[in-house]
């Protein structure tokens, strides 16, 4: 399996504020194919800036289908009159990525929606991801989980809270409400979501059967974990894929 990357999807130091924003608008075009999106809310962000402050989303209740590189928002996570614009973003989006980008530079890219099997496993009591396959164990270690769910998440608490909870894990899963993914690059972002996505299907049709899990030991875990480490390059592989079909389909994300 190649581990070769695609330099053009590096690192957001040594990427363009329109690079990042191409990047961005595939992923939400890609969100749609996948059926990670719900109706027009839900918000992906990129940091521009090296504080992580100034930072890329998408406009209010704009659907991902429709959103090209020039319809995001530059927006500034310290700035107080942000919701008082005339193209203030979803107050809830302001909420957690606005906080988020301010207190957590490490968090250049965030991703945050309602895919069926992650708000699925997100609504049981306890919604932990269980290492029963390679899917499920590449994220053993790697989730925190928020089961203090207090509405609309769109009060400062809420996303204080919220960002305190992610820490420095790049899934968080949000009891009673969906996932936020976390990472250095969006085509990580991408390729974490797309994984996080299939594991909680996995783990939803093993609990569907009635049968006890095998769950690994968390020796076996954590190994497994740790050999998904050295494959970070298939992710750009893959983000690259999707974006160059993209080109060819939906080539007006980039305008």
Known sequence: MSMMLDMSLSSPEVRSEQALREDL???????????????????????VSEDGSKFLMNPKWRHFSEIRA??????????????????????????????????????????????????????LQDPSMKPIDLNTARFFGKVAVDLGFGGMADEAEEGRRIAETLGDKPVLIMGNHGVSVSAV?????????????????????????????????DNLAAKTAAEWEPYVGMGYEHFGFWKRELDRSEPDYKN
Request: hydrophobic fraction near 45%; proline fraction near 5%; include cysteine.
């Open 185 to 217: 690059t969006v085509a990580e972002a991408f390729e974490t979501l797309y994984f996080f996505e299939r594991a909680a299907e996995t783990l939803l049709k093993a609990y569907s059967t009635g049968q006890p899990l095998a769950v690994m030991s």
């Open 25 to 47: 608008a595939a992923a939400f075009r890609l969100a749609v194919r996948f059926g990670w999106h719900e109706s027009v809310g839900n918000h992906f962000s990129a940091a």
């Open 70 to 123: 020039s319809d995001l928002l530059l927006l500034d996570a310290n700035d107080e009159t942000v919701m008082a614009g005339e193209k203030a973003p979803d107050p809830s989006a302001w909420c957690i990525h606005g906080t988020v980008h301010r207190t957590n530079p490490k968090a250049r890219v965030l991703f945050h929606c309602h895919p069926p099997n992650a708000t699925a496993l997100a609504t």
